[in-house]
């Protein structure tokens, strides 16, 4: 999937998990994250595996057969890479403890939020529908570090702006799963000048990019 224009300029593109990181990083750990993107969407940016989606898909498929034990241990056991089996082996009892979200699937979109040097995917891993029918998009945070509080602010600002279009009416949720703890927007307004800070950040994560691109 080649990079996103605006106007002339190609502007490269990061998942949302991936900006959530870069926002609340050290500098030695920001260089590796972009780093990192750089290597897995090269030039032009073309996005690579995930080392999560095989674990992210067996979730999916679980809570779209009801049988989520059984497809989660599928999925542990189809890995060959000892440090990906490793991983998906100490995540499988954190989400089958999260049986709030085991709910069954809802139909969703994604979005993309353009900013005029980078774009970020909006995109949940599922939607779920309560005993009500109210709607939740959920986002899975599922790697070892923990998520930290401004994480979770900028991933949920981003699907509120962008809900329309991913699903309308829904709760975005973000999910720790290694924590076990379901993240949600709370009644508490946000910090004045929240958004122009997620703004920055995007600014600050394109010229780190364009920095490392020329080194």
């Known amino acids: 999937m080649a990079s996103p224009i605006l106007g002339a300029q190609r502007v490269p593109r990061v998942s949302l998990t991936t900006f959530a990181e870069y926002v609340t990083s050290s500098a030695s750990a920001r260089i590796d994250c972009v780093r990192d993107q750089q290597r897995i969407y090269g030039k032009p940016y073309h996005p690579g595996p995930s080392f999560y989606q095989a674990f992210t898909d067996g979730v999916i498929r679980g809570l779209r057969t009801g049988a989520s034990d059984l497809a989660i241990q599928t999925t542990v056991r189809a890995q060959r890479d000892e440090a990906r089996r490793q991983h998906y082996t ?4 954190h989400w089958l ?3 709030g979200l085991h709910r069954p699937l809802a139909t969703h979109s994604h979005a993309l939020w353009m900013t005029p040097r ?3 995917g909006v995109r949940p891993d599922f939607a779920v529908l309560d005993a009500d029918g109210k709607a939740y998009t ?3 945070w599922l790697k070892d570090r923990e998520l930290a509080d401004d994480a979770v602010k900028a991933m949920l600002r981003l699907f509120e702006r962008h809900m329309t279009d991913i699903c309308p009416g829904a709760t975005p949720l973000v999910a720790d799963v290694r924590r076990e703890r379901v993240y949600r927007p709370t009644r508490r307004p946000l910090k ?3 958004d122009a800070w997620l703004e920055a950040e995007a600014r600050g994560l394109a010229e780190l990019w364009d920095q490392l691109a020329a080194a």
């Open 97 to 99: 403890a999260l049986t």
């Open 192 to 194: 004045s000048g929240f």
């Open 118 to 120: 980078l774009a970020v």
């Open 90 to 93: 100490a995540l499988a009892p």
């Open 138 to 140: 959920v986002k899975l």
